[in-house]
């Protein structure tokens, strides 16, 4: 990528989205204000937008194409649900756009290796909003493994088991439908893979399970019951293939959206000289609430901090702004500069690889390969 943006100026930005992107990257967006300027907001309701606009007195759009072709808006945001996220990134990319994307990327991973062709081919910097890899504790943990400080990894065990829609009552909408991007893979298995892949090393070999316990919601639009066909379950087992290291290391990840009191989100890591533990039980916010832990050769565990470095300058009540922040920040570097983003739409292809071999694994009952470096 070349540099083609005047540093001095301030990257004005417009969000599509009014969920995630009005709750998270919009105060992240002005938290970075040194960096970047929001301008606008886009949705397709009208009554939403409106309401969104008065309050952040920012412009809005309905139109799409109004976004795309407003010279003054440099860079997009795209939070919407997963099902348009690759056709508006397209489209985006098309008219010159800076992008960040929310994950999954798009529903298939040949999608998103047409829009990096897209992004190299025209000169533009694509982040992906992998935000576990800005959180202190979890970059931490990346310094510890690194540094040998349990030796070689021997096994991964990732538990990430949550009770979001554990409540039969809990309305029907995009996210139980799996054309339309709904299920855990996409909501969590797309962070968990994206995880192991920047501690460890790329996914070589899966064997999925999947299912869907909760087969009927209630759409409030309709009044009717419908089907639930995205997955709330989902079990896999893995190799990881690490650098410098022979043979590749067994990893077996559980995710759930229907676990009652379910444990969080739990890493633990078996090494030859140890073993490293990072998790959080805390239901209501994915990012506050984790510690890591450490224990060397059979001793007692040691709670760990972040070195400074690594630590918020700034915190909000809203655990998931200071990652997203920072992966902003990131981003703003990369367009400013001309420097490869990361994590971009090549972590986001990896991930998205494997979530697609997950489910082709669940339909076939197969263990599958995955070549990860096509």
């Known amino acids: 990528m070349t540099n083609i943006f005047n540093r001095q100026e301030k990257i004005s930005v417009a969000i599509a989205g009014l969920g995630f992107g009005e709750s998270v990257h919009l105060p992240a967006l002005q938290a970075n204000e040194d960096l970047f300027a929001p301008i606008s907001l886009w949705h397709p309701r009208s009554d939403r937008l409106e309401q969104a606009c008065k309050k952040n007195e920012l412009e809005g759009y309905q139109n799409w194409d109004e976004v795309l072709k407003n010279p003054s808006i440099k860079a997009v945001i795209i939070a919407t649900p997963p099902a348009p996220r690759f056709q508006m990134a397209k489209e985006a990319l098309q008219a010159n756009k800076h992008l960040l994307l929310e994950k999954p990327v798009a529903l ?53 088991l949550m009770g979001s829609r554990a409540n039969p009552a809990r309305p029907w909408n995009w996210y139980s439908s799996s054309t339309e991007g709904g299920g855990v893979i996409g909501a969590l298995g797309t962070h968990a893979f994206d995880i192991l892949h920047w501690l460890f090393g790329p996914t070589t070999q899966i064997h999925g399970l999947t299912s869907t316990s909760i087969k009927e919601r209630l759409n409030p639009k309709t009044g009717k019951i419908m089907e639930v066909d995205s997955e709330d379950v989902c079990l896999a087992q893995l190799k990881l293939k690490t650098p410098f290291i022979s043979t590749e290391i067994p990893a077996q990840v559980s995710i759930s959206s229907i676990a009652q009191q379910g444990r969080g989100c739990w890493i633990e890591v078996y090494g030859t000289e140890g073993t490293l533990l990072i998790g959080s039980d805390n239901q209501k916010d994915y990012v506050h609430g984790f510690s890591l832990r450490v224990s060397r050769a059979g001793e007692p565990y040691k709670d760990i901090q972040p070195d400074s470095d690594l630590a918020f300058k700034t915190t909000w009540s809203d655990g998931r702004i200071a990652p997203v922040k920072r992966i902003q920040r990131w981003w703003a570097n990369s367009i400013q500069n001309g420097l490869p983003m990361i994590p971009g739409l090549s972590e986001g292809l990896l991930s998205q690889l494997v979530c697609d071999a997950l489910k082709e694994s669940t339909k076939s009952g197969l263990q599958l390969a995955i070549d990860t470096f096509t």
């Open 108 to 160: 298939f991973a040949n999608e998103i290796a047409d829009l990096q062709r897209l992004a190299l081919e025209k000169n533009l910097s694509v982040a992906v909003d992998f935000e576990y890899r800005a959180v202190p504790l979890f970059m931490q943990a990346k310094r510890l493994l690194e540094n040998g400080a349990i030796g070689t990894p021997l096994l991964v065990k990732f538990d990430w």
